[in-house]
C-alpha cells in the first residue's frame, strides 16, 4: 500500500509564493517518477513538474517560476512556487508512478487547492 500525504497548498495573492510538500509512505519502491499536476475548473488534469531518473521536467508556462525537488531520504517531493499568477489557480495533486512487474503504476495524493487571488 502507498500513501501520498500533500500539504501547503492556500489563498495567495498574485505575485506570491506557496511550497507544496508531498510525503510518500508505504511500499515505495523501484521509484519511476515524482511530481505534480494540477487541474482548474473545467479543464483537463496536467502535469506541472516532476523528476525522473533523467532529470527535472516542466510544463511550459511554469518554468521559471516553479521549482521541483525531492529528498530520497523522506521519499517527500516538493514544488516551491513563486511569481504565483491567476492562472494558476487550481488543485495540485502530488503524484508518484512505480515500476511494477506488469507496468507503470500511478499513485496520486487527496489534492490541495491553491487559489491566487486579490
Known amino acids: 500500500q502507498v500513501q501520498l500525504v500533500e500539504s501547503g497548498g492556500g489563498l495567495v495573492q498574485p505575485g506570491g509564493s506557496l511550497r507544496l510538500s508531498c510525503a510518500a509512505s508505504?511500499?515505495?519502491?523501484?521509484?519511476?517518477?515524482m511530481g505534480w499536476y494540477r487541474q482548474a475548473p473545467g479543464k483537463q488534469r496536467e502535469m506541472v513538474a516532476a523528476?525522473?531518473?533523467?532529470?527535472?521536467n516542466y510544463e511550459d508556462s511554469v518554468k521559471g517560476r516553479f521549482t521541483i525537488s525531492r529528498d530520497n531520504a523522506k521519499n517527500t517531493v516538493y514544488l516551491q512556487m513563486n511569481s504565483l499568477k491567476s492562472e494558476d489557480t487550481a488543485v495540485y495533486y502530488c503524484n508518484l508512478k512505480l515500476v511494477r512487474p506488469y507496468g507503470l503504476v500511478d499513485y496520486w495524493g487527496q489534492g490541495t487547492q491553491v487559489t491566487v487571488s486579490s
Open positions: 508505504g511500499s515505495i519502491f523501484s521509484i519511476n517518477a
Open positions: 523528476i525522473t531518473a533523467d532529470g527535472k
